[in-house]
């Protein structure tokens, strides 16, 4: 954990979400009238502890509102996931109950997660309820732009509504489960790793320590397929140490690095890392005006401190020998000068194949 903050600049503060980012959430039905705010669930009159099966604190703590704000809470957020899961339709919300409401005191957006179960079938669901920032804000929709998945959340004014994404936490999975994976589990696994490795460098987003991701394991046929996803937003493109946002510098992350270099060869890293890009010009390329927009928003937003945007700037013309970035304003430009150096580069092999 020292290791990791001394990488990390002082505390992240959250960043509002300007007119042009509220257009462009607008535009992609981002932006939603919800019935209630992040703050209203803060009036919660108590709270007991949340424990794992092992009886060990999750950090999380269960609340308890008087019965008057429970039965408006409650009322609120089943109308939420109608919104968030379907069309907003109220005929479901008789059949849903909210089992939970829990809050976290760990880390910097304390986030409220919902649990709501459908009492026809007890099959439940979570959703999370965080304060806005426009960084993770940024990082939802890059994430649902670049990567293979597709992100579900809404914003209204100072309120995110995020969906949320199964799977093993990178920490329980390395400690529990790593070690019992076959030897052509854990080739998969560092090349799965090596590839979201990529994809967290080249869109710059941070703080990408072990807890912060999740694996999912998929059955295909006679084996299991596994991925790793992102599940934390929060540093998108703020730090100006570019080593945050690779994942190899991470304490947490030395075993998932130490199995990558004895399951591949240079060869096959390289060759993952050019896959990855490729896969994220393409991404850019089918979606150019979305893309487009997002990075105008963000050229046109203070998404960081201007210590950061230099000191970034400084380490990728050392890391990629471009002197581009040293024109680089803020944030948006760097990304933009990433992107458009990945998209140049899959354009240029892909011209010289048609010859």
């Not at 992240?12 to 919800?34: C, T, V």
């Not at 979201?196 to 703080?207: A, T, Y």
């Not at 394991?217 to 998108?236: G, L, M, S, V």
């Not at 730090?239 to 190899?248: D, F, I």
Request: hydrophobic share 35%; aromatic share 12%.
């Amino acid at each position: 954990m020292r290791e990791a903050r001394k990488l990390m600049s002082k505390k992240k503060p959250a960043f509002p979400i300007n007119e042009m980012l509220d257009s462009y959430l607008k535009k992609y039905k981002r932006n939603i009238k919800i019935p209630i705010f992040y703050d209203d669930l803060l009036r919660f009159q108590g709270s007991i502890t949340v424990y794992d099966k092992n009886d060990e604190d999750t950090l999380w703590i269960r609340t308890y509102y008087s019965e008057w704000d429970r039965e408006e809470i409650d009322h609120s957020l089943k109308k939420i996931y109608t919104m968030l899961h379907s069309d907003g339709n109220e005929e479901a919300m008789p059949y849903l109950n909210v089992d939970a409401i829990d809050y976290c005191t760990f880390g910097n957006s304390k986030p409220f997660r919902i649990k709501i179960r459908n009492i026809l079938n007890d099959n439940f669901i979570y959703f999370y309820v965080k304060k806005a920032d426009a960084s993770r804000v940024y990082g939802l929709e890059l994430e649902h732009i670049l990567s293979p998945h597709n992100m579900n959340f809404l914003v209204y004014e100072d309120t995110l509504i995020e969906e949320h994404i199964a799977g093993i936490p990178g920490d329980d999975f390395i400690r529990d489960f790593l070690p019992k994976c076959t030897e052509s589990e854990k080739s998969q696994i560092a090349k799965e790793f090596v590839k979201f490795k990529e994809r967290c460098l080249v869109r710059l987003l941070g703080d990408m320590r072990s807890y912060n991701y999740v694996v999912t394991p998929t059955h295909d046929f006679d084996h299991i397929i596994y991925k790793i996803r992102a599940i934390d937003f929060d540093q998108q493109s703020f730090e100006g140490n570019l080593k945050v946002y690779n994942l190899q510098f991470m304490k947490e992350n030395f075993k998932m690095v130490e199995m990558v270099s004895k399951k591949l060869q240079n060869k096959s890293i390289t060759q993952y890392k050019i896959e990855e890009r490729s896969f994220m010009a393409k991404r850019m390329i089918t979606a150019p005006r979305r893309t487009s927009r997002l990075i105008k928003c963000m050229k046109n937003d203070t998404i960081s401190y201007p210590e950061n945007v230099e000191l970034l700037k400084k380490h990728l013309v050392q890391y990629v020998g471009d002197v581009k970035f040293k024109k680089c304003q803020n944030m948006g430009e760097i990304l933009e000068t990433i992107l458009d150096f990945v998209k140049r580069n899959y354009l240029d092999i892909r011209n010289q194949e048609l010859f």
